[in-house]
């Protein structure tokens, strides 16, 4: 399925979500590998096998091997530090300065630059909604000379991927009925 497609399965409703997705899709902000491994780690958080499938094929090939796993690497350990850290941030007490115990070797290597892989590591962030990360990455990806356009554009293209997987997911589970169908079928 190639982003066209997945443009197209979405419903009248969503229209500005699909206006969005195309703006984004040539985010001038962003390099192209920062773009691509933005649209990938986004959608793998995003949890839709749909838009991954869709947006992995569109921008998949624009990124080396190296990349392409560096953003699978950032949707993954991000999935994991995101809940971790979302504890200790909203927990707070001890936790925050006991140790977390959890490997994170490939932030420290993550077989990219080191920038493009803390970007892609915000976008999972603000998908997943960990305050505690986003803050430590963005402050990360500034220090390095990303700009605060740079960074916008990732966190919007992870709320409008994010959007569209929440979209197909509802579509999905009301039978691509409208809400009126499903409250008289009730």
Known sequence: MSLEALRNRLPDYAKDLKL????LAAEPALTPQQLAGTFLAAALAARNAEVAAAIAAEFAPRLSPEALNAAKAAAAIMGMN???YRFTHLVGGDYRSMPARLRMNVIARPGV???DFELWSLAVSAVNGCGACMEAHERVVREAGLSKEQVQAAVRI???VHAVATVLDAEAALGGAAPAAVAQAA
């Open 82 to 84: 995101n809940v971790y």
């Open 20 to 23: 969005n997705l195309s703006a």
């Open 113 to 115: 630059e080191k920038a």
């Open 158 to 160: 992870a709320a409008v």
